[in-house]
């Protein structure tokens, strides 16, 4: 797959190693957090993929998951809750030459963020957007997110969820996301892979990973998973829109890996086509006043 | 305006969708062509069709404050908008009205001039889309202008609809011309004289004027959400932009533009948005971020008229409150307002300037009246602003660079991603210089302290080039201390005041946060009385400058969604001058 | 089916004619705007019900599309822009005895109001939510919106669309929705009948109306739909979520009718299930007190 | 304070996650249930592991009015912990310390304690889970309280998890406060005498009371999105409301429950939602809506220190200007601010009154200080606050109903969906008395106008009953206007003061909007100066007063994320009195 115009393999330097990804500001999450997985998952992508810290920025919104930035020696944003994908889309458009990762938590990008995600997807800009799912609110101390499971018990709700949990990967792939994928924090070297194929393709790619809250939520629990968690066999075709969206459906068992990856323009491709149509050389405001004389 | 030959008011009135800001805009044109002032105002109804248009046009051959206190020529193209309006035609002034539409009655200190536009459109020329060209053509001929005056809007006007339709138009002008040269028995050639054509002109309004003063001040990023009054900045930007190798985004709402602005501002380019009072509501939450955690961005609200979707057609100066205080605890931002439309151009560039240098977020607030007031400007100086560019840091090693280092000025040098060695995470949770989490009160008095100081700073070196003075405070009976679109109008006043001998003295602030504190105060201490007349209902501005000032000002607080008039602000100068 | 939970057909009384819920104020909108036969079909399908006006809310956000409610005689709720459906919800759950029905726009739904519309499908509140999707914002003078075609040219995308375009119809089925259908305002009775069908069923039933912008969109025109929109015929299976997806994929001709219908708990039903269960005889704050002495 | 025989402050810290938060209402609700009053503070980091908390109580037998100034027992269970507060204590005062985690230098003039913490739980009761429950062993035997206090708040807390659970805490109070017993050489029965049990006393912090307010206040709809520190409100309502007949409702975002909560009123429902300033700032718009539709919602704001996301566990008054001015044009809209946890239960229950009564938004700004401390307050009187009910029409005939009638009162009568022939359209549009989109100047005026009346109508019928006046203002040095959750520290800080000689009298405003101004005129007139002092960093209180009235305070504007401490402002009042 062609993607120079996105990342930065730079051949002339020397090989950077997952640990030269990691900040001097230690992590704040709870001892045995998924996100710690994911965390270094990332490390190892980065690493596979020897992005410059300089030209890569980290996105994020609010909650445990969303401080991830901080831990990284890349750009970081750390923004406001639910607010990824615009800040991360504007810093795209703004600056192709970087690679824009969003993370956050399913609060932050399935709740209160999920006006964006659907956008982003048909915009098909080139970011990569991974959610760290652990099914409930992490930061806030334990309350049900969009994805927590049916009767699923919480201080806000303490005679059971009763409303229907959100499948991220089939809204991404309706809403014209090139790339879906999940993965299992557990799991870090397949993590890792997903994320480096995901950070390569050239388009708005969603990797939803599980990464279990240890302190909140004891249903979906690293035992939970246990068994329930297995890879995409290699028959799965990803450019089938709907088998994809077969392998999404909610059946007890969590399929991880690529559920779908097709070629479409990205839209900052497109932007930066209208720049090359309408460049004029030397555009002045001289010119523009005529308009008004 | 003693001694001026040329000054009448013209007004249209007619049904919404049926071409009468395209004529208003046309009849300005044309006579703003011919080398006349001109100064408008228009209103609309919130909904596409139905509901009455409005467009008023002063024309004078001397420099224009307002669009006029009363209206020599009413134009009147349906029932609702004659009866709506036709108390406003001075005795003596004289009414067109379309014979085919509108029913009117005796009318004995006016000149009535029926035409039946519906009739010649149709019958004529066969097409009732001329109409409005008809009416043109008899306005024109009845105020004594040249036909080829007509024939050359009309011609750029339906150019790229194809000839046939030019030539039909062409058409129905000169119906509407010949009309009146035959049937109108009180025609008066209003334009006096020959003005002379300065081409050192633009005819243009406050949005299209502030979209290219963005431009020329260096604007690379526009992400928007369509919001009347504010859409045409958008669509005036989003042809031209990308040939300047900027980007116009249409985001999925308010708060997705100034996500996108603040991503865009972050990675080095200069960032702005457009909206209007709801939308700028929305953008609460990120404005304060990118205050606290210092990023620029420009934010343009066009005010317009009432709470929640109340009067979206009409203006206001109702978001004073909101654009100075609308934070949730307290972060940096400034705050400035364009007088006119000439100001537009350059106030924006200031706007531009200001969020890059001090990593400010600055609200711009302008007004319906103002973003759609055409008028004749002089052609922009394009020297006047010169560029300001953000401070960076020199490159270097990752981990070292202090982000939020405490300086004096408050300003810290930004990294742009891209720059090696200077990886930081923005970050709007409290943090030390490092942009690092930090939570003790040491630490947030130290930020929030260095945060404000560049409001400071800003304020010592900059506040005196914001304001203007009109008139002199010294023993001024009355001084008016205003804000924004009102200040044409206000000197129109003060004129009139001084004509029936009231002295009066204006001030204008055009950065209202910071406040230029102490050159308010020592205005205010020469005037015997301060007037600060404002389009809304509460008093906005005087209860901030009551707030920010030792200034005890009387308020006066008019919200009509309509601008005001010279004639009322005459008024209110001499009642308050004799109280 | 079952759905005498959610609407008054009052027996006792007078059949309400569909000119008895026209108000008195006259529709502003132009000559010929889809809107029109969205006002009528409802007229029909609320006369076909014999909905009591008083039992009866409409709700609405900003856009010509939006200004709806205001020409029914019927309870109305005219809010902000987007919305829609979190004012709808709380009053199907202030009042499930009320007959709820969202309409607006696709800028007001899908732009504006898309964070909340998968969480309205999710949670299967039992409300009808009408979108007249015209593919264009109407109310401010003709811009892009969501559903615009790739290449459309407003004042906004001089250079042409280059987003892609979403589908409301895959989004709803994929988010929980229990009953998605699409409609053209052009055929009112066979819309009246949708809108009937939607109303009756109990969960969150979206549908999708093509009604022309007659004055801003020049290329979703009537003639644009005229041999394209065709009735989905008897062989589909709308209990069939991948069918229903399949049939709901754009391919340049349009089906109309009901795309996905199923039964599933409601929310409103849900709420009144734990009132039921956590109801106290005579509840006092008296005795609430005793945890905190 | 002279004459009491108890009054002492322990402050806890540790490591967040380690239970310290626990110890510290386990610790408060003991001592209270032996009769003592109590007061707490706690703060904690953002993060949900990592950083410090602190928790501090002050135990006495007479009311309580702050949380101290100076601490007579720090509870260091970290190094971290030890080392930021450990200049807190009080000359003379007594460190306990887990000597497993904490190295302690030399502390001449202190009392201090080691206690092998981590090493008693681990190795002698086989479980680090119950080191908080082993120091509150400890602290209790060294304050003198007897062991069954310990016991029974232990099996209270841990008893859903098991008899086991709670035997194993059982040993680990025995096994803390025998080491005390046995090795401590200078333990103080601080308790003196035997206090008197109140059944007629709850122990509860503000946000429980508040949301036990509103229940009683007949709340029967609450919509809120989880945010630091307002989320236990929603958290205590979900078990109990759906008792009383009613919902609550976790919605996807602050915009979607303030949605939900204005659908739910429009159908009749007292409604309410809960917020900090983000969550706010998304409100913002359709708060305006319910301004300008009329539609009655209480929203709480439990503020907490920083703009933007800021410092979401510490506190600060910082949202009186986005309470007050957050609105775009202008709409009407009632402030309250509720001083004392006890104030909480009613000023709700006022609240949900004014906002069905006059049809307005209602902000209830409260803060982290408050909603998070615990203390004793008498049981609140069910009788005091009755019940207003929303004004309705009689049934009527479809399109006859004025639903924004204009009267006197500017309240119009409100349908509710379900009433017979009175089916109408809310809108946020300018609207005719029968809600139809209306765009004229009168018609703006005339509704403006009646909207804004019933703040008018408000304030005069009620202003009164919300201000608290302590002290004599009559020739008082000083006069302090203080708002919301400084009351009882500056109370305190006015007797530490009259001790030195300097008259003090303090009023408080519950209702900030529309403001009391009469009343604050007048109390400002008979006092030398007026100090207004508030915990944010602009002085926004102080601004507020001087737009609104003609007062011109000295502000004392002091942002930390932590209460006043009560010397601070006794200082402060005697800066003022001899300035
Ligand atoms: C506007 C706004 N509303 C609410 C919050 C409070 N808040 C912080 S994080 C969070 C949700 C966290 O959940 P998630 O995104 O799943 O992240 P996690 O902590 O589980 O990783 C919430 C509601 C906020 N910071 N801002
Ligand atoms: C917060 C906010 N942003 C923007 C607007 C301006 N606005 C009014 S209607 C509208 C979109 C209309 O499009 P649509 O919902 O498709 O309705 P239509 O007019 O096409 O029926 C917009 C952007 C607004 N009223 N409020
Ligand atoms: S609370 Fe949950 S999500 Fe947050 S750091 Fe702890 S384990 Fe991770
Ligand atoms: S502008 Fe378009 S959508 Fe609006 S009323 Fe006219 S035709 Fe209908
Ligand atoms: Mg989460
Ligand atoms: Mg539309």
């Known amino acids: 797959m062609e993607n120079t115009q996105t990342i930065h393999v730079e051949t002339q330097q020397v090989q950077r190693q997952p640990k030269d990804y990691k900040s001097d500001l230690e992590p704040i999450w709870c001892p045995g957090c998924g996100d710690y997985g994911v965390l270094n998952a990332l490390f190892k992508a980065l690493s596979q993929l020897n992005l410059d810290p300089d030209k890569t920025v980290l996105v994020s919104g609010i909650g445990c998951s969303s401080r991830l930035p901080g831990f990284v020696v890349t750009y970081g944003f750390h923004g406001v809750h639910g607010r990824v994908l615009p800040v991360a889309t504007g810093i795209k458009l703004a600056n192709p030459e970087l690679t824009v990762i969003g993370v956050g938590g399913d609060g932050d990008g399935y709740s209160i963020g999920l006006g964006h995600f659907p956008h982003a997807a048909r915009r098909n ?169 | 305006m003693e001694g001026s030959r040329t000054d009448f008011v013209v007004r249209l009135a007619g049904e919404s ?62 029932e609702e908008g004659y009866r709506d309006n036709i108390s406003a035609l001075r005795p003596g002034g004289t009414l067109i009205y379309d014979s085919d539409n509108v029913p009117v009655h005796d009318l004995p200190n006016n000149c009535v001039v029926p035409v039946p536009i519906g009739t010649i459109a149709k019958k004529e020329i066969g097409s009732v889309l001329t109409k409005n060209v008809v009416a043109l053509g008899a306005i024109l001929r009845y105020i004594g202008a040249p036909v080829q005056a007509g024939e050359q809007i009309a011609e750029q006007t339906f150019k790229r609809k194809g000839e046939e339709v030019v030539q039909k138009n062409f058409q129905a002008l000169h119906a509407g011309y010949n009309y009146i040269e035959q049937y109108a028995d009180c025609s008066r050639p209003l334009l006096q004289g020959v003005a002379e054509v300065n081409p050192n002109r633009l005819i243009i309004n406050g949005n299209e004027a502030l979209a290219l003063g963005a431009v020329h001040g260096g604007l690379e990023f526009y992400a928007g959400y369509p919001i009347t009054p504010a859409t045409d900045i958008m669509e005036v930007l989003a042809p031209i932009l990308p040939r300047f190798g900027g980007v116009v985004m ?97 106030l924006v560039q200031h706007a531009l300037n200001i969020a890059e240098r001090y990593q400010v977020p600055v609200i711009v607030l302008s007004d319906q009246s103002l973003g759609h007031r055409r008028c004749t400007i002089p052609k922009p100086d394009l020297m006047r602003v010169p560029r300001w560019e953000r401070i960076v840091p020199e490159p270097g090693t990752n981990g070292e660079y202090a982000r939020y280092a405490i300086t004096e000025t408050g300003i810290s040098p930004m990294a742009i991603p891209g720059m090696p060695g200077l990886a930081y995470t923005a970050t709007g949770i409290e943090h030390n210089e490092y942009s690092d989490p930090t939570y003790t009160p040491e630490n947030l008095q130290a ?77 205010a201490s020469k005037v015997k009385r301060v007037l600060v007349p404002e389009k809304n209902f509460t008093g906005e501005f005087a209860a901030y400058l009551r707030a920010q000032t030792n200034v005890r000002p009387i308020s006066y607080a008019k919200d009509t969604g309509l601008p005001f008039d010279p004639e009322e602000i005459k008024e209110e100068i001499i009642h308050v001058a004799r109280m």
């Open chain 2, 250 to 346: 249409q985001a999925e709402d308010e708060i997705a533009a100034l996500g996108m602005v603040l991503g865009a501002s972050f990675a080095g380019k200069r960032a702005m948005t457009a909206t209007s009072g709801p939308g700028l509501s929305l953008m609460v939450e990120q404005i304060n971020l990118a205050g606290q955690a210092e990023i620029p961005a420009v934010i343009v609200d066009v005010q317009r008229g009432g709470a929640s979707t109340g009067l979206p057609t009409k203006t206001s100066q109702g978001d004073l409150n909101i654009a100075v205080y609308g934070v949730h605890n307290e972060s940096p931002r400034v705050v400035l307002a364009p007088t006119s439309v000439e100001d537009c151009f350059y």
């Open chain 1, 125 to 293: 800009i080139d970011i990569t957007y991974i959610v760290m799912n652990n099914q409930i609110y992490g930061l806030t101390k334990g309350q049900t997110s969009p994805t927590s499971s049916l009767q699923f018990v919480t201080k806000t709700t303490p005679f059971g969820n009763v409303e229907g949990a959100l499948n991220p990967l089939q809204i991404a792939i309706v809403s014209g996301a090139t790339f879906v994928a999940r993965g299992y924090s557990s799991m870090p070297n397949h993590l890792a892979r997903i994320f480096a194929e995901a950070i390569k393709h050239p388009g708005f790619a969603l990797v939803d990973v599980f990464s279990p809250c240890v302190t909140f939520n004891k249903v979906q629990t690293y035992d939970y998973y246990k068994g329930k968690v297995y890879e995409i066999p290699d028959t799965h075709d990803p450019t089938d829109k709907l088998a994809a969206l077969r392998l999404a459906e909610e059946d007890g068992m969590f399929p991880i890996g690529i559920f779908y990856r097709v070629d479409r323009p990205t839209l900052d491709e497109q932007v930066a086509m209208i720049k090359r149509q309408a460049y004029t050389e030397n555009p002045s405001v001289e010119q523009l006043f005529r308009r008004y004389q």
């Open chain 2, 17 to 78: 969708g049926e071409g009468v800001l395209s004529l208003g805009e046309m009849l300005t044109t044309a006579l703003a062509r011919l080398g006349y002032e001109v100064y408008t105002f228009r209103t609309y109804p919130a909904e596409i069709k139905g509901g009455t248009v409005l467009y008023q046009v002063r024309v004078a051959d001397h420099l224009l404050l307002s669009y006029g206190s009363q209206v020599d020529i009413f134009v009147a193209l349906n």
């Open chain 2, 447 to 523: 930020m929030k302290s260095k945060r404000f100081r560049k409001l400071q700073t800003l304020g010592e070196e900059y506040a005196e080039q914001f304001v203007r003075i009109w008139g002199d405070p010294e023993g001024a009976d009355v001084g008016i201390i205003g804000w924004g679109s009102t200040e044409g109008v206000i000197r129109e006043a003060m004129q009139l005041a001084q004509a029936e001998g009231v002295k009066a003295a204006a001030l204008y602030p055009k950065m209202l946060m910071p406040l230029p504190v102490h050159i308010i105060e020592e205005f």
